[in-house]
């Protein structure tokens, strides 16, 4: 079964420094997500990046995609006390007719000021 | 940006009681998920609607569990009976039309079943 999995349970960083967020997932997927979610708040999208494409870029945000080696990673620059939230890769799996998303755990990102 | 709205945003429930979890998705999505999220746990898909019909759902979503759509209303999700091992956060989703369109979540129901 496919598992999408984040690399890392917590990260702090201080605010203007860059973060990076690893994931991971085991089988062949059409696209991959990141979602951000505050706390008491449901996930919010940030990027969608297609099996296709290699990296995908939203204001401060940038996602990669490889899919020789399976993995992700959601990268932000100039970070904000704004940007503390827990960040979820999220799958389409190939075959896939649904729209069914399989989540990872979640990696928690502190910005401290 | 578009809104799923969730309704309520907390339930507590004595278990073997009925339950019916509310959702208000973008105007113009056709497709419809719930996924539950137990604390500390990563969020699972439940199951996905579509023209009135179950497109795909989990094992996670029991014979108690069933959704509906009445005439374009609330997209809701029915508990009967709940169980202990129902309590988590639900959260509705909703997309355009196709697997590959950006799902747009609400904030999330918590069930507590005592």
């Known amino acids: 079964s496919q598992l999408a999995e984040e690399n890392l349970w917590a990260l702090s960083v201080h605010e203007g420094e860059s973060v990076t967020v690893n994931c991971s997932y085991k089988?062949?997927?059409?696209?991959l997500q990141w979602y951000r979610q505050k706390s008491g708040e449901g996930p919010a999208q940030l990027i969608l990046?297609?099996?296709?494409?290699r990296e995908k870029r939203n204001g401060r945000l940038r996602a990669t995609l490889d899919t020789s080696s399976q993995s992700s990673s959601l990268s932000i620059t100039a970070t904000r006390c704004e940007d503390t939230a827990v960040y979820f890769c999220?799958?389409?799996?190939?075959?896939?007719?649904?729209?069914?998303?399989?989540f990872g755990e979640g990696t928690q990102v502190t910005v401290i000021s | 940006g578009p809104k799923v709205l969730q309704i309520p945003s907390h339930q507590i429930i004595d278990m073997g009681q009925m339950v019916t979890l509310n959702c208000d998705p973008v105007?113009?999505?056709?497709?419809f998920y719930w996924y539950k999220q137990i604390l500390g746990q990563q969020m699972e898909f439940l199951v996905n609607?579509?023209?009135?019909?179950?497109?795909?759902k989990s094992k996670l979503f029991k014979d108690q569990f069933s959704v509906e759509r009445p005439d374009g209303s609330y997209f809701t999700l029915k508990i009967q009976p709940t169980a202990l091992e129902d309590s988590a956060v639900y959260f509705c989703?909703?997309?355009?039309?196709?697997?590959?369109?950006?799902?747009?979540f609400g904030p999330g129901t918590r069930l507590t079943v005592l």
């Open positions: 999220a799958t389409y799996h190939t075959g896939g007719l649904s729209g069914k998303l399989t």
């Open positions: 105007s113009n999505h056709l497709y």
């Open positions: 989703a909703s997309s355009l039309p196709g697997g590959l369109y950006e799902q747009y």
């Open positions: 609607f579509y023209n009135g019909k179950v497109m795909e």
């Open positions: 089988t062949s997927i059409t696209a």
């Open positions: 990046i297609r099996s296709n494409e």
